[in-house]
């Protein structure tokens, strides 16, 4: 198992060696951070709309048709002050998000308020507010106990096979391990990385609405904040107590990193960030989970992998295949099946050393009638 001597290294929230790559592109992330928040000021106004639809719904039926579904308008009632109990998450966020604005910290103002107009603005769109939905599930899969099955499923493979490679590394010198994770999400797999003792770099892509450093928010105690994940949607639902369930977040405290452990964080789109020649043979390992199919392109993905990593560097994957830009009429798309990646992988100069089938779910809701099945392609290899 991984140790780390805490008095070797420091804590760190940021890489200083990124603040000019991260500055270059100020303009476009300041104006991302502000859509993003904007978009989660919007979310109790948006929620209760559609919710409210559903009002409009009922009242269309006929007297005999209501009549048969007596409790319906007091399901609606419930799921209002579950999306307001959500709301008031957010809005802790919102209170913290001052932190991610280098330059004008007053204009991230915690009592932030937004209407439909100002959405014009910054085009919230509702692919934007089905993001964020989203991102509350991954609260569940990554730092509530009913994530524990996904979490178990798709990060043991990655930490075993990380702790297997390092395993006769002087436990003096496992400090100096470095270990990229790209599109970290919430950061609960490098979280958990780094418990295991390894030093680390947590790579957020900033192009996703997400909860920006939610290490700086969940840090009071366990089960702290509570929250409706799958109070969004009715479609396949057993019961409303399934639907109107609270999940507890965190179930660890994402602060209780050890004293002195190097865990930081920098902010931006991964080839834009890491295709700069300053990281060339930088890293010991990168971990990548659920995100080599993030790309435009994959074969850059690839290449940048290769050429950060150390000689004898490893890289271990784990993800299915579904091309995230696959069907967006103006973006580049590369979408190769599995036995091309495997190919070009091969090409750019890795040797594979071990690779299975794995299946797992992502954000699913463990009591829904509805279970999205994924084949994930896991493999660990190493720059020859």
């Known amino acids: 198992m991984l140790v780390n001597d805490s008095n070797s290294v420091s804590v760190s929230v940021s890489d200083s060696n990124n603040v000019n790559n991260v500055d270059q592109d100020a303009e476009q992330e300041e104006k991302h951070f502000r859509k993003v928040l904007n978009t989660f000021a919007l979310y109790k106004s948006y929620a209760l709309s559609a919710n409210n639809r559903r009002r409009t719904d009922y009242y269309a039926l006929s007297e005999r048709h209501r009549a048969l579904i007596p409790s319906y308008l007091e399901v ?34 915690p009592n932030l308020q937004c209407d439909k107009d100002s959405s014009t603005q910054f085009q919230i769109t509702d692919f934007d507010m089905d993001k964020l939905r989203s991102t509350i599930k991954q609260f569940v899969r990554e ?69 920006i450093g939610i290490a700086f928010y969940f840090k009071q105690r366990v089960h702290q904040y509570e929250i409706y994940p799958f109070v969004h ?49 930088q890293w010991d390992c990168i971990v990548t989970c659920f995100f080599i199919d993030t790309a435009k392109n994959i074969l850059e993905y690839i290449e940048i ?28 798309s590369i979408e190769l099946n599995l036995e091309q990646v495997k190919a070009v992988v091969k090409d750019f100069g890795f040797q594979i050393l071990n690779e299975k089938s794995i299946q797992t779910t992502y954000t699913s809701n463990p009591k829904g009638m509805l279970k999205y099945l994924y084949e994930c392609a896991f493999w660990t290899c190493v720059k020859q």
């Open 76 to 109: 609606l009632s419930k799921v209002d002050q579950a999306i307001i109990k959500n709301h008031l998450v957010l809005k802790q966020i919102l209170a913290d998000s001052r932190l991610f604005s280098r330059e004008d910290k007053d204009s991230f103002h």
């Open 143 to 211: 730092w509530a106990a009913e994530g524990q099955n996904e979490r178990d499923a798709a990060y043991k493979p990655l930490l075993e096979s990380l702790m297997e490679f390092f395993k006769d590394v002087p436990v003096e010198e496992r400090p100096s391990i470095r270990v990229l994770v790209p599109g970290a999400g919430l950061g609960r797999l490098a979280f958990d990385i780094v418990k295991q003792g390894t030093k680390k770099l947590i790579d957020r892509r900033i192009k996703t609405i997400s909860a």
């Open 233 to 281: 949607s009715f479609s396949n639902i057993v019961s409303s107590e399934d639907q109107l369930r609270p999940v507890y977040i965190p179930d660890v405290l994402p602060s209780s990193i050890p004293s002195g452990v190097n865990f930081s964080m920098v902010a931006g789109d991964f080839v834009e960030v890491y295709g700069d020649e300053q990281y060339n043979d």
């Open 305 to 332: 992998f290769h050429r950060i990593l150390k000689s004898g560097g490893l890289w271990i994957n784990l993800g299915p295949l579904l091309y995230h830009y696959e069907n967006s009429p103006d973006e580049m």
